[in-house]
């Protein structure tokens, strides 16, 4: 079965340089998450959209923005990049059928990650 | 403060014995519930999930979770372990303002022959 790819896998800049992360999600899926998880850590929630609009927004730096397409798939823009940025991000998707104020029964589903690092 | 909580940051057991990896949240409301399961270098893949209903839950992989709410529990459990089960586990719960998934800070399961 398709899964939810990710891409680069691997990724590296240098300070100050921006970054594109792409996320393709399982087909039919229209909603998706991104995760960043830095070494050692739990993955921490970024942002996420639904039919192309932000639905959540957690510890996201100004620095970055995301946006989803009319294909459901998502680009994570990271600007401005710090070695602090340096981690594993991750895309994962889900079928929505979002309500607002009640808890979404979303499975999501994770890609392999994009690890970046910053030098 | 919604948090999730996995007091144990490493677990070593021996292949064949068995397993339970201990999640314990602070919610107010109903929580989704979820493990998933990181080998080193990977993407996070879903072991099993609890909503509603059957307190206990069947994973893939021979893995299972009982979810009670008197003790704001989740714990994971595996009866007989295989070396391959050596990865990180992270337990995660569904947050009340959106649909983003509060992940513990994972326990770290080493297997030994």
């Known amino acids: 079965a398709a899964g939810v790819i990710q891409s680069p896998r691997h990724l590296i800049k240098e300070k100050r340089e921006t970054a594109t992360l792409k996320c393709y999600p399982i087909p039919r899926h229209d909603t998706v998450y991104w995760y960043q998880q830095g070494p050692g850590q739990d993955p921490q929630f970024l942002i996420s959209f639904y039919e192309k609009m932000q639905s959540d927004k957690g510890s996201i730096p100004d620095r970055f923005s995301a946006q989803q397409f009319s294909d459901y798939h998502s680009e994570l823009n990271m600007s401005s990049l710090e070695l602090g940025d340096s981690a594993l991000y991750f895309c994962?998707?889900?079928?929505?059928?979002?309500?607002?104020?009640?808890?979404?029964?979303?499975?999501?589903?994770f890609g392999a990650g994009t690890r970046l690092s910053v030098l | 403060a919604q948090s999730v909580t996995q007091p144990d940051i490493h677990i070593t057991v021996s292949e064949g014995a068995s397993l339970e990896l201990r999640c314990n949240y602070s919610y107010g409301a109903t929580p989704y519930l979820f493990w998933y399961v990181q080998s080193p270098g990977q993407g996070l893949q879903l072991l099993l999930k609890y909503f509603s209903g059957d307190t206990l839950v069947q994973g893939i992989k021979g893995f299972e979770a009982e979810f009670k709410r008197s003790q704001s529990s989740f714990n994971l459990r595996k009866p007989s372990v295989h070396w391959s089960d050596a990865a990180e586990y992270f337990c995660a719960v569904g947050l009340n303002s959106g649909y983003a998934l509060n992940f513990g800070k994972g326990t770290s399961l080493l297997v030994t022959p």
């Open positions: 994962a998707s889900s079928l929505g059928g979002i309500t607002v104020g009640k808890l979404a029964k979303n499975i999501q589903y």
